[in-house]
């Protein structure tokens, strides 16, 4: 079964201080790895779409990266306003019903403090 | 563009009565998801649609829980009894295409069940 894992749970960092996301996934034919954030109340907000091995995109102080098995999103000197929780979903090649859908994990909730 | 549009953002409603959600997708996606977000559970598809037409509904959790997609601009999530248990946040997408490409979401429709 398909299956994205993301780890910490949790992340308090100092404003200032760079750190790393990670998210492990087992998939049948990765067709694209993507990267959300969400703010507390509202819905998830879409950072980045990685599509093979190898491939890295930035945007801002967040950079994601893509291997064979996970993905890393690298925090480089956040602020207070990098605080939310970081969604990882999975877009699997599958067939018939499985076609389109995102597999997510629970998310990694950072809080950024000054 | 106004984005995914969902209404009601909040619902308060009491067991055993008829709930509806609703949502208006990106014009032009011809991809529409529903989600339901819980801390136990984190972010579960419930189903979705392709040019109207639902393709995977191995999430809705039971018959009590429906969906509909009239037009390619308006979809419905109807739970009828409602329960305490379906007390969630209810998310609706949207995307362009299935491969590869990003879904956004709408707001969210909070919903409690006392």
């Known amino acids: 079964e398909d299956q994205v894992t993301q780890s910490p749970e949790a992340l308090r960092l100092q404003e200032g201080e760079s750190s790393s996301l990670n998210c492990s996934y087992t998939v049948s034919g990765l067709r694209g790895l993507f990267w959300y954030r969400q703010d507390p109340g509202k819905g998830p907000e879409f950072l980045f779409t990685l599509y093979s091995a190898g491939e890295e995109k930035e945007k801002e102080r967040l950079k994601a990266t893509l291997t064979k098995k996970e993905s890393f999103l690298h925090i480089t000197a956040p602020k207070p306003e990098d605080s939310a929780t970081y969604l990882c979903?999975?877009?699997?090649?599958?067939?018939?019903?499985?076609?389109?859908?995102?597999?997510f994990g629970r998310g990694t909730q950072l809080t950024v403090w000054p | 563009d106004a984005g995914v549009i969902q209404s009601p953002r909040h619902e308060v409603t009491e067991m055993g009565q008829e709930v509806t959600l609703r949502c208006k997708p990106i014009s032009g996606h011809d991809y529409l998801f529903w989600y339901r977000q819980t801390m136990m559970r984190g972010l579960e598809l419930l189903i979705y649609?392709?040019?109207?037409?639902?393709?995977?509904d191995s999430g809705m959790p039971e018959d009590r829980f429906s969906a509909k997609m009239p037009n390619a601009s308006f979809s419905t999530l109807k739970i009828q009894p409602s329960e305490p248990r379906d007390s969630a946040v209810y998310f609706c997408a949207s995307s362009f295409s299935s491969f590869g490409n990003e879904q956004f979401f709408g707001p969210g429709t909070r919903l409690t069940v006392l």
């Open positions: 979903a999975v877009q699997a090649g599958g067939r018939g019903s499985t076609l389109g859908r995102l597999y």
């Open positions: 649609f392709n040019n109207n037409v639902p393709i995977d």
